[in-house]
């Protein structure tokens, strides 16, 4: 096996395990958000990274009483981390940036600011309301 | 011209000031540990020149943020309402809040980030009331009202 089949098989093997993170996190999302009774739209994305290639990734598009949430993949290799989601509130674009470090999610503020929050459905709930401004 | 596309020129300015903060962050502390560095790159540039542009980073931004949204409204009075004036911010705002029927709430707080940026303007205030990101809420809150295509 030549060395570049080699490397091709490696960044195929991580974009496959980054692609299963993403499936995890957007199915968790989804549930949680169901529980609230807030709509759920489910759609794709096209990334392209330099050594990952090109390659379709799920986005989520959340309805909540006064705005709404996407979750929008933005790749796996980031600086500072290993893969970063965006939760985007709208209309205010108050964002989050989840970054998995560690093998967990972490929150990160626009302010670069880590929230220290465990990842988990009642997190998720309270900073989806908050990134839309409710009160 | 689509509300998103006004949204969008709205997520441009917020990420580029967050890389451009990253990025001038990055270099202060690295000229922390070598001193040299800034010289090594640009004759003439010194480390106080990065430090003030770190400290006027978000006022730059806010500046672009607010002319995108100005280029907005101007653009949906133009071809969404078919009006030839170009009347100062102030009196744009509350027409365009008088005819999409804005909450007046969501009008007092965009009119805040207006005043900010006359103020910083014409009276030369340094420092922003308000953050970066509340003005960009404030503002994308207020774009929001306008229709999904004009």
């Not at chain 1, 626009?110 to 990842?119: A, E, G, T, Y």
């Not at chain 2, 969404?80 to 009006?83: N, P, Q, V, W, Y």
């Given at each position: 096996m030549t060395l570049q089949s080699d490397d091709t098989q490696h960044w195929q093997q991580q974009r496959d395990q980054w692609l299963g993170w993403l499936d995890q996190l957007v199915s968790d999302i989804a549930a949680w958000s169901e529980h609230q009774g807030w709509g759920v739209n489910r759609d794709q994305k096209t990334v392209t990274e330099p050594l990952l290639g090109t390659y379709s990734a799920p986005v989520l598009h959340i309805q909540i009483p006064g705005g709404g949430i996407q979750v929008n993949p933005i790749g796996l290799h980031m600086i500072g981390a290993e893969g970063r989601v965006d939760l985007e509130g709208w209309p205010t674009l108050n964002r989050v940036k989840l970054v998995r470090w560690q093998g967990q999610w972490q929150i990160v503020t626009?302010?670069?600011?880590?929230?220290?929050?465990?990842?988990c459905e009642q997190t998720f709930v309270q900073l989806a309301q908050d990134l839309i401004g409710m009160p | 011209m689509t509300r998103q596309e006004a949204f969008s020129a709205l997520i441009s300015v917020r990420d580029e000031f967050e890389a451009t903060k990253f990025a001038v962050g990055h270099v202060l502390r690295l000229s922390d540990r070598d001193p040299s560095l800034v010289g090594q790159y640009v004759t003439g540039l010194s480390r106080s020149d990065l430090q003030t542009c770190q400290r006027n980073l978000e006022a730059t931004y806010f500046l672009r943020l607010f002319a995108v949204f100005e280029g907005t409204l101007r653009n949906y009075s133009k071809f969404?309402?078919?009006?030839l004036k170009e009347p100062p911010m102030e009196r744009l705002m509350d027409s365009i809040g008088r005819y999409r029927h804005i909450s007046p709430q969501h009008m007092h707080n965009a009119h805040a980030v207006r005043i900010l940026r006359n103020d910083m303007i014409?009276?030369?205030?340094?420092?922003?009331?308000?953050?970066f990101h509340d003005c960009k809420s404030h503002l994308a809150t207020y774009i929001s009202w306008l229709p999904p295509l004009w």
């Open positions: 626009d302010s670069n600011v880590p929230l220290r929050l465990p990842w | 969404g309402r078919k009006r014409h009276e030369h205030q340094q420092e922003l009331r308000l953050t």
